[in-house]
Nanobody, 122 residues
Framework: EVQLQASGGGLVQAGGSLTLSCAFS????????VGWIRQAPGKEREGVSC????????YNEDFVKGRFTMSTDNAKNTVYLHMNSLKPEDTAVYYC???????????????WGQGTLVTVSS
């Protein structure tokens, strides 16, 4: 059974940084790509990033613009989303996903887990 658990959210001031963690089980990094999506209040979910098994990551450049970076700890079956220069518009629930693709601006995924709330104050 595929399971994903995001953590690390919280309240941060604009311009600050935050690192989210996603612990996963039921698959390995060689089986599925892993990524992040987010959902802001009153808005639809949008793709943030998707990393494949050779650690190539596609980011949503509509808003990431070099501020976010994914990394992995394969020994812990954990991926991270390092977020810098946070803006109030980054406020959202962030979910990690598995079996993601991000091609031509379209983000798709098969699995997702419980999210973590990020609130950026102005």
């Amino acid at each position: 059974e595929v399971q994903l658990q995001a953590s690390g959210g919280g309240l941060v001031q604009a311009g600050g940084s935050l690192t989210l963690s996603c612990a996963f089980s039921g698959f390995t990094f060689d089986d599925y790509t892993v990524g992040w999506i987010r959902q802001a209040p009153g808005k639809e979910r949008e793709g943030v990033s998707c990393m494949n098994s050779i650690y190539s990551t596609t980011y949503n450049e509509d808003f990431v613009k070099g501020r976010f970076t994914m990394s992995t700890d394969n020994a812990k079956n954990t991926v991270y989303l390092h977020m810098n220069s946070l803006k109030p518009e980054d406020t959202a629930v962030y979910y990690c996903t598995a079996a993601c693709t991000f091609v031509s601006g379209i983000f798709e995924y098969m699995f997702w887990g419980q999210g973590t709330l990020v609130t950026v104050s102005s």
